[in-house]
């Protein structure tokens, strides 16, 4: 796959995530019928993908296989997928749209929401507790512990409860970062550390440099995020443009305003570059990644 085009090589990979997610979600003419298909809608058709992406990414420098790869980014994909359909409920974000269409919980209903959220959990951790042909039981071990550690209350969950403690609140920039490392920082990170667990023993210091980055194009995403909140409109990002200010909530722009989160986008994104630089043209994937993550539009 090295010399395809980034384009190409997204597209095969969304493409390839697709069939991994229709094929180890529950059928939805199975019983009970309503909740597979709502953790169908939540899951199918729709997202960038990028966490799947990164751990592919992370997974090629690494010569992961790609079966393997396909089940560890089908479940880190699924957590972020319960992270919406919760993000969005009424007594978190209260939003009706996500990815293009309405939310899981007015597609359906709170209580469905509530257990899309806690079913498509609990079938992610299944998929990568499963035996991952050729790795190691330690290393799966520890596959299987990274996810937890990023989804829980070090990580996404402990964020968000950060988050929803901050409405209104004058956060300083520490505080900030601090929340998104957890929230939005953590999986991201999981995503590049599992694909890389999943191939040849990394040295120390390689899997210190693969940290680094993981940490920096998290931060990094996160800070987009916030300024396409600010400057894109809903049709483009397919979820409710500017809630973040609506909702008086802390974000990059509101600390730093516009063009200084913009710089310290392309700041992180440069000292990411800087962390693979022992590499060489192998981690020319998880470059093109970066440069992905900080030029998106959506
Ligand atoms: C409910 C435990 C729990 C956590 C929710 C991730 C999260 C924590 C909330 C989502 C709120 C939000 C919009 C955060 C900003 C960054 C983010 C995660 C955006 C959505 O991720 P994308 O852009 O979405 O990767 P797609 O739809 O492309 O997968």
């Not at 953790?39 to 990164?54: C, D, F, I, N, S």
């Not at 570059?273 to 060489?280: N, Q, V, W």
Request: net charge negative; glycine share 8%; aromatic share 6%.
């Amino acid at each position: 796959m090295a010399n395809e085009t980034f384009i190409g090589w997204m597209t095969s990979i969304q493409q390839f995530m697709e069939q991994t997610l229709e094929h180890v979600l529950p059928a939805s003419e199975c019983a009970p019928q309503k909740l597979h298909e709502a953790m169908r809608y939540a899951t199918l058709q729709g997202g960038k993908r990028v966490r799947p992406l990164l751990a592919f990414a992370a997974g090629e420098l690494v010569g992961a296989a790609p079966d393997n790869l396909a089940r560890i980014a089908a479940a880190v994909e699924m957590i972020h997928a319960y992270s919406l359909v919760h993000d969005d409920m009424p007594c978190m974000d209260d939003d009706v749209l996500r990815r293009g269409k309405p939310t899981c919980h007015v597609a359906y209903d709170e209580a469905t929401a509530l257990l899309v959220g806690d079913a498509l959990q609990t079938r992610a951790f299944e998929l990568i507790s499963t035996p991952l042909p050729g790795i190691a039981p330690a290393s799966q071990l520890e596959i299987v512990r990274i996810l937890a550690h990023a989804s829980g209350h070090a990580g996404m969950a402990g964020g968000q409860a950060i988050d929803l403690a901050s409405v209104g609140l004058p956060l300083t920039l520490p505080e900030l970062e601090f929340m998104h490392m957890l929230k939005t920082g953590a999986l991201i990170r999981a995503s590049v550390l599992m694909g890389a667990t999943a191939g040849r023993e990394l040295s120390p210091a390689e899997k210190e440099a693969l940290d680094a980055f993981a940490k920096r194009i998290g931060l990094a995403f996160q800070v987009v995020d916030d300024v396409l909140d600010c400057e894109a409109d809903t049709a483009t990002l397919g979820k409710t443009a500017g809630k973040d200010a609506a909702h008086d909530k802390p974000t990059y722009v509101s600390l730093l305003g516009l063009s200084e989160a913009k710089r310290m986008a392309k700041d992180l994104h440069d000292q990411a570059f800087a962390a693979l630089e022992g590499f060489g043209p192998q981690a020319d994937r998880l470059k093109q990644l970066a440069d992905y993550i900080v030029a998106r539009s959506f």
